[in-house]
Every structure is written in C-alpha cells, then in structure tokens.
C-alpha cells in the first residue's frame, strides 16, 4: 500500500497525454530515449523530461548500459500496478495510439534489418567470431552436462545461427529444431548438420519473436547467445516460453553485463550483458524460475567478457507439487 502523497504523485505523473503514450508504448517492451523520439516525434530533451517524471514515480524503470539507457514498465511496487491498471483501460484504437504502434513496428523492423544486415555479412565465419570472445568449450561442456540424462524428445534452439548447439547437444534430443531468421546463417547450419551426419535435426527460417507453435510443445528450449541482439530481452523470452511444455525447462547462455561499446557498433549488440536480477525478472514474468546460474570468465584481458548459463525451470510445476 501506497500513502497519500506518494499515491497523488503517481496519479499525477500518469496523467498526462503524452506520458500515458509512454506507458503504452513501454507495455510493448523496452525502448531507449532515441526510439521513443522517433515514435512520438519529440524532441529529445522533452521525452527525457517525461520519463524522468514517470521513472521518478515509480512507474517505470531505468537500467543504463553503457552509453544507453532502456526504459519498461516497473515490475514491482504500486508504480507497477498503477501502470498496469492504467494500459489495461486505454483504448488502443484511439487514432493517435495506432500511429505510434505503426512507427513502433518501424522502428523495430529497422533495427531487425540492420542485424539481419551484420549476420548475412559474418555467416561464413560466426563460429570463428564467437570463439575470440569466448570460453567456447568449457561453455558448451556446461549446456551438455545440465541436459545429459534427461528424456528430451524435442529440443528447440531458437536464433540458431550456424546449428552450433544443435551439434553439440546432438545426443541428448531425438528431435531437434532449429529457428533463425538469417538464410544465410541457415545455409551454413544445414551444411554443418549434414556433413556431421546428424539427420535428426532440422533447421527452419523464422521470426523467434513470433512464433509458430506448430512445430509442437518442447522439453528443452535453448537461447544461446541471442537475447542480447535484442531491445527488449524479457519480450523474446516471453515469446520462448510458449514453446515449452509443463515441466520444459530452457538454457539462457548470454553475457554479463559489460561496458564495450563497440559490439554494438560494430557486432549489432543492443544489450551490453544481461545481469542476474533481469533475468530472474524476465523469467518470473512469464512463470519460469532460475534453478541454477553458472558464470565462465573470460580468459581474454582484451575482450574481458563472462559468458553466464541460466538453466529456467517451469516454477508451476512447484506450484503443482506442493498442491
């Protein structure tokens, strides 16, 4: 509960034309300040003003990386129901709401594009890309030790670039999916699977932030090394979570947060890491929670990056058990 003069500051930080756009538009998932200026078509200086009020009121929340900041909605305290109270009245088809959806779904095809872009340009070499940032064999040690033992008849690697994970975890699944958006990288995946002889896999074009789940409900779902090409983290793991069947758990492999800048200028990056308390908010929010976390360090003083393997479990199987 919420006293009186913090409950009026919220009310009034909400109520406002453009604020309640901003609410709107961040129940979609994260945006920086430079996104939201070119879909409210304000200047930047009065867009920062509006969020700083909102994010002082505790309706949403500001996490910097490096040289960006993303603004979402809060996810705790009376800020967060406040808002969500709030969008759940909001008439999306008001004229003005549809716009800004129009240029939101703009401004995400654009950046989509661009990454699409950087991963037709490095398929041929992306295995050899990833192994100069990364402790590429103990990491894949770890993923193929949580999953040995266990009855996996289908596995999903979801943004699967190159089918790494889907060679490597080869013996661990009777069927493997793997989905990715790139037809370049796929072509390098199917070359991969076949030359290895593993035909029990398959790999197939497609947008993992909108799924088709007619490829069935998995035991497994993998994201390795994908949710940082992403504005909005939370919102993709939300989309693979739909895939996962009661009892179906997911590995999360993705670096800790970092300060190097250039991966986004120069690898399509738009997350700088992911930490800890995301990521057990992330997974909360869609019903999942995190059974273990391991870290990997980098033995590179240059590069200096920790790759971090998050095993997601279906926390309403507890729910079950104890009922």
């Known amino acids: 509960m919420a006293d009186l003069d913090s409950l009026v500051g919220v009310l009034r930080a909400a109520g406002e034309d453009t604020r309640l756009r901003l609410l709107t538009l961040l129940a979609e998932g994260d945006h920086t300040v430079k996104d939201l200026t070119e879909i409210l078509r304000q200047s930047q200086p009065r867009v920062s003003r509006h969020l700083k009020l909102l994010a002082d009121a505790g309706l949403i929340e500001r996490n910097a990386e490096g040289a960006w900041a993303y603004y979402g909605l809060a996810q705790h305290g009376p800020g967060s129901e406040l808002a969500r109270w709030l969008i759940k009245r909001v008439d999306r088809s008001d004229p003005e709401l549809q716009r800004d959806r129009e240029r939101?779904?703009?401004?995400?095809?654009?950046?989509?594009?661009?990454?699409?872009?950087?991963?037709?340009?490095?398929?041929?070499?992306?295995?050899?890309?990833?192994?100069l940032h990364v402790p590429e064999s103990a990491v894949e040690a770890a993923i193929t030790a949580e999953l040995t033992g266990r009855d996996i008849d289908l596995m999903v690697d979801l943004g699967t670039g190159t089918g790494r994970m889907l060679e490597v975890l080869a013996r661990t699944y009777r069927r493997g999916l793997g989905i990715d958006s790139s037809r370049e990288m796929l072509a390098v995946a199917r070359a991969k699977l076949a030359s290895a002889g593993i035909a029990h896999a398959q790999v197939r074009l497609g947008d993992i932030t909108d799924l088709d789940t007619a490829a069935g409900q998995a035991d497994v779902v993998v994201l390795h090394q994908v949710l940082h090409y992403f504005d909005?983290?939370?919102?993709?793991?939300?989309?693979?979570?739909?895939?996962?069947?009661?009892?179906?758990?997911?590995?999360?492999i993705d670096f800790a947060p970092h300060e190097f800048e250039f991966l986004r200028a120069e690898h399509a990056h738009r997350r700088l890491g992911l930490s800890s308390a995301q990521m057990q908010g992330w997974a909360e929010a869609v019903g999942l929670k995190v059974a273990s976390y391991r870290e990997f360090p980098s033995d590179s003083v240059e590069t200096g990056l920790t790759v971090c393997l998050w095993r997601l479990a279906d926390a309403g199987m507890d729910k079950a058990i104890k009922e």
């Open 232 to 252: 909005d983290p939370g919102r993709t793991l939300a989309e693979a979570r739909r895939l996962l069947k009661p009892g179906g758990e997911m590995l999360v």
């Open 104 to 131: 939101q779904i703009a401004v995400r095809e654009t950046q989509q594009a661009q990454a699409g872009e950087y991963f037709a340009k490095v398929a041929g070499s992306w295995d050899l890309l990833r192994s």
